[in-house]
């Protein structure tokens, strides 16, 4: 595995867990500064809560998250804050705050944490709606817009701040596959202009072949990662049955009953 | 559902949901509930007047004047003082009840009644002993 850049996050033996209920054993792995790194596996193996442990929103079992040489999961909240603060999360439903306009939703950050005036808060507010293609949506609320666009409004808050890492769970559920061919081209042209690091849980396959650089799969049958590396390699050469299956929507299967 | 995510995404980008959440909801209700009270006061005495005048034959300067001495400025000041009181108990046990409130539209559901009851029975009833006890 290429090592060439410094590792951004690291998981160190993590253990997720809903009371006695073990999601996922043993995690291990780490993900390395400007890649865009991919959570994948079936539905309901556990992405979006291991995406939840990465963020500090479910606490784990065992193991530990670091982020470079803090220990996140140890942390107090006011050692996560400044951590948090280089976050940008695009929730699954966009969870725009539905009682501010776009433009609102989209400054608050800005706001909060930088010293600019309410107009040039205003103006970079269009800034970045116009970069997700919602130029002129800037008084609408989210119960106004599509579901597509309240997508994109989200991506366009978790770029206020011009994150370090950028989390996104199913960017692309509930997008028609031009739109989310969009947002993918949206995800690689923000990784290569903000320099951030970007960690995508999806279960889409043209998104994950096309712009993962990295991957880890949790796998149901084990639960724990079975395999780890980009994606295309592992579907070229797949270490595990079910890797496999997943990365050519079960095919093998086919394939291995017409060959017998 | 959205609403709990609304939340994270606060937790996440260190605003505290507290300043957006609870503290707008705490002048607003403070602010509206005597309102509504004096309203629901003005309605009554309407709805009493239709009631007086059309059913029960009396006059409407007598149901004004008797409706004057019937209610003193005490009743209608511990009603708009008791209402401010609802509004922040309204604000705080509403929002405790949200911000803890689940993930899907059944539990949505619960814990708008579970609001209510703590909000409206258990403060009414706190209230009507301690007018009770003090006798007014």
Same mark, same amino acid.
């Given at each position: ?25 043993? $995690? ?22 291991? &995406? ?37 999360? $695009? ?40 970069? *997700?293609? $919602? ?16 997508? %994109? ?7 206020? $701040? ?15 596959? *031009? ?14 202009? &903000?320099?951030?690091?970007? *960690?995508?849980?999806?279960?889409? &396959? ?16 084990? %639960? ?10 592992? &579907? ?25 | ?27 607003? +209700?403070?602010?509206?509930?005597? +309102? ?38 005490? /009743? ?6 008791? /209402? ?7 604000? +705080? ?12 539209? =059944? ?6 009644? /579970?609001?209510?009851?703590? =909000?409206?029975? =258990? ?14």
């Amino acid at each position: 595995m290429p090592d060439d850049r410094s590792v951004h996050i690291r998981v160190k033996g993590l253990t997720m867990a809903y009371g006695d209920y073990v999601v996922m054993r043993d $995690l291990d792995f780490g993900i390395r500064r400007g890649d865009i790194f991919f959570i994948m596996g079936g539905s309901g193996c556990g992405k979006s809560t291991l &995406l939840r442990h990465l963020i500090g929103l479910n606490e784990p079992a065992s193991g530990e998250v670091w982020y470079e040489d803090v220990n996140f999961t140890t942390a107090s909240d006011e050692e996560r804050e400044p951590i948090r603060r280089r976050f940008g999360i $695009l929730f699954q439903s966009g969870a725009l705050w539905s009682s501010m306009t776009l433009a609102e939703n989209v400054g608050l950050p800005l706001e909060q944490f930088t010293p600019l005036a309410p107009a040039e808060i205003g103006e970079a507010a269009t800034l970045k709606l116009a970069l *997700v293609g $919602l130029r002129g949506f800037e008084d609408y609320f989210p119960s106004e817009i599509s579901g597509g666009m309240q997508k %994109r409004a989200g991506l366009a808050r978790a770029m206020a $701040l011009d994150p370090e890492v950028l989390f996104f769970d199913e960017p692309s559920a509930g997008l028609d596959p *031009v739109s989310s061919l969009l947002l993918d081209e949206l995800i690689l042209s923000l990784r290569d202009s &903000l320099g951030a690091t970007v *960690v995508i849980v999806s279960h889409e &396959l043209p998104s994950i072949l096309s712009i993962a650089d990295d991957c880890v799969f949790l796998d149901t049958d084990v %639960r724990t990662m079975s395999a780890r590396g980009n994606p295309r390699e592992l &579907l070229a050469n797949p270490p595990n049955e079910s890797v496999h299956r997943f990365l050519t929507r079960g095919r093998s299967d086919r394939e291995g009953g017409a060959s017998s | 559902m959205n609403v709990n995510q609304q939340i994270e995404a606060f937790i996440i980008m260190v605003v505290p949901p507290m300043d957006f959440f609870v503290l707008p909801r705490m002048p607003a +209700l403070c602010l509206m509930m005597p +309102l509504l009270c004096i309203y629901a006061d003005l309605i009554g005495i309407l709805g009493g007047a239709t009631i007086a005048v059309g059913m029960l034959a009396q006059s409407p300067t007598q149901y004004w004047v008797e409706t004057q001495h019937a209610i003193g400025f005490t /009743s209608i000041g511990l009603g708009i003082g008791k /209402s401010v009181v609802f509004g922040v108990l309204i604000a +705080l046990a509403g929002c405790l009840r949200g911000m803890r409130c689940g993930r899907d539209a =059944a539990a949505v559901g619960q814990a708008a009644t /579970s609001a209510v009851v703590l =909000a409206i029975i =258990a403060t009414d009833g706190v209230f009507a002993v301690i007018y009770n006890v003090l006798g007014i």
